[in-house]
């Protein structure tokens, strides 16, 4: 690390310590050729994941539509904040564990779809009927099916 007075090279660490909300590492320098101290502050490097929509275009993640997307789903449903939450986090964890800097939406949407329905099937079909543009009645009823199958295919196992 290079001193901020005297611009040297040769700087060691004194003390490191985690700040008070735990997401940097502040460490207290002094530099070995002008005895200046100084603080620095190491954090993780945030990186910016853009999701590639439906039409091609791109913006940037924002959690906020997956929680709005989520909320709307589970509307008149036993289904806390705190759950929603989660689920959010979650599938954010498997956005981040990719290591991409760009996911398609529907490979967010699928992510989803995947924790709603274990958390309410009744808000996985909400959100799937959206996600998936069900045209008809048919669309419902399938996807019901398809879920009633699996939750019995599990059962079974």
């Not at 853009?50 to 906020?64: G, L, P």
């Not at 929680?67 to 959010?88: F, T, W, Y």
């Not at 760009?102 to 967010?108: H, K």
Request: include cysteine; glycine fraction near 2%.
């Amino acid at each position: 690390m290079k001193c901020p007075y005297c611009h040297s090279n040769n700087t060691k660490v004194l003390d490191s310590r985690t700040t008070e909300d735990d997401t940097a590492i502040r460490r207290r320098r002094i530099c070995e050729d002008c005895s200046k101290r100084f603080s620095t502050y190491e954090r993780y490097e945030d990186i910016t994941i853009m999701v590639i929509k439906k039409d091609e275009t791109r913006e940037a993640y924002d959690r906020s539509k997956i929680i709005n997307g989520i909320v709307k789903s589970c509307q008149k449903r036993p289904v806390s904040l705190d759950q929603i939450e989660q689920v959010a986090k979650n599938v954010e964890i498997k956005i981040n564990h990719t290591g991409k800097k760009e996911v398609t939406s529907t490979y967010i949407g699928e992510l989803v779809m995947d924790e709603l329905k274990d958390l309410d099937p009744v808000a996985y079909v909400r959100f799937a009927s959206v996600y998936r543009e069900f045209k008809d009645v048919d669309s419902f009823y399938n996807e019901i099916i398809n879920l009633r199958d699996k939750k019995d295919a599990s059962i079974e196992q």
